[in-house]
Each structure stands twice: as structure tokens, then as C-alpha cells.
């Protein structure tokens, strides 16, 4: 079964979770570096609760007494044995981004990401994903420290503002339950929430909720 995606001005992505699948790649790099700060491995809820925010939350999480450029060195290490994993998997983007992505593009709709991921990633990424074929310069937010992290709408309110769309005309896609917060408190007409098996469902009627993006079309827009 499909939704057929509502025409909107703007459309919002998530990346980590929802254009790229990565959360057994972001868990293991994360585990490591919890286990070398602290001894012992995020647990299931830990990880749950920490999902969606960024490197710098983390890591206070995990070394709240120690001095910024510990834990610095913490999310450095974090990163490259990410980045290290990611690659060893050959990664692709998402399942039916591909399509939407280009479908949306070829209507000529404007797009922005809005990420939690560190800049470190998000330079990687673009190329690794040719991202540019979707997002022009400037319509990919990430790694941005100057404004409070998901589950705040900031980052969401930030992509609109790139955009030029208001709230009751933009689209949010997501997957944590973080991130859809943050997408809710936004203002956003409508959130697609990319939910993985397992997660706890989000009732709320501006909220989809989809197994994966091939469960939208955008015939009609």
C-alpha cells in the first residue's frame, strides 16, 4: 500500500535513519566509544533515547566530568570507526529515495536536509551519495552547534527559513521519535516518518507513518 504525497512548497529530510539507513553502523561505532569512555556499551534504551541527537550531546552523556577536548577526541574516534564501517558496507542510499528524490526534483520542488550529523559525515556523504543531484548548495543543514539539537524544532524552522516556505507548507520526513517531535513543534503540515520495525508508533494525525520512502509516490504532485 502507498501514500500519495500531498503537494507541499518544500520538502525536509532527515538523513541518518531516513535517506540513509545506518542505525547497526551508528550503534556499533557508538558502542565502542562508550565502552572506551566508560567501560560499558550503550544499553537499548540508552541508544533510543540518544538517537537523533548530536556527537556533542553524546559525548557529555557519556563523559559528563571530562574537558571539551576529551570528549572532542571521543567523537573523533566515534566518527572514523563510523565512517569506517559505513564504507566496509558498500553503503546506498535508503530504499525508494532514489525515486522520490527524483520524482520531486523533476517537478521542480525545493528540498533541503536537515541533520543532526556532524559536518565531518555530511562531507563524505554528498559525494558518496551524489547528493548534489538533489540538494543545490547551501540546502544541506548539518552539523550545526549554534542551535539547540532534535527533539527542539530549531534545525526544521532553519531548512524553511533556506527554503523560503512556510511551516503549513512544507513536508518533514523522519525516523526517530526525536526528530518527529522536533518536525510537530516545527509547525510542519505533515511529518513522514520512516518507522523501523520494532519502534514504537507516533499517533498523531499530521504524522504517516511508512515502512520505507518506496511507500510514497509523488504521481500527481
Known amino acids: 500500500m502507498s501514500f500519495r504525497l500531498p503537494s507541499a512548497d518544500g520538502y525536509v529530510f532527515d538523513f541518518n535513519g531516513t535517506l540513509f539507513w545506518d542505525t547497526e553502523e551508528n550503534r556499533e561505532a557508538w558502542d565502542a566509544a562508550a565502552l572506551e569512555a566508560r567501560g560499558r ?4 534504551d540508552e541508544f533510543l533515547s540518544l538517537n537523533g541527537r548530536t556527537d556533542e550531546e553524546t559525548a557529555i552523556y557519556l563523559l559528563p566530568d571530562a574537558a571539551e577536548d576529551e570528549r572532542q577526541q571521543l567523537i573523533l574516534c566515534k ?27 523533476a517537478r521542480g520542488r525545493r528540498m533541503a536536509i536537515a541533520s543532526s550529523a556532524p559536518w565531518m559525515n555530511m562531507e563524505w556523504y554528498i559525494p558518496c551519495f551524489r547528493l548534489e543531484r538533489f540538494f543545490p548548495p547551501g540546502m544541506v543543514i548539518a552539523g550545526r552547534t549554534d542551535i539547540p539539537s532534535k527533539p527542539d524544532p530549531a534545525i526544521f524552522r532553519l531548512a524553511m527559513s533556506t527554503l523560503g516556505t512556510e511551516p503549513e507548507r512544507t513536508v518533514i520526513f523522519e525516523d526517530s521519535a526525536s526528530g518527529v517531535k522536533a518536525a510537530l513543534a516545527s509547525g510542519a503540515a505533515l511529518v513522514i516518518r520512516v518507522r523501523e520495525a520494532g519502534a514504537e508508533s ?20
Open 41 to 44: 556499551k550503550l544499553s537499548d
Open 79 to 105: 566518527e572514523r570507526l563510523y565512517k569506517e564501517i559505513c564504507i566496509s558496507h558498500s553503503p546506498v542510499l535508503s530504499p525508494g529515495s532514489e525515486d522520490l528524490l527524483s520524482a520531486l526534483k
Open 202 to 221: 507516533i499517533r498523531d494525525p499530521r504524522v504517516v507513518e511508512v515502512p520505507d520512502l518506496s511507500a510514497i509516490t509523488a504521481e500527481g504532485l
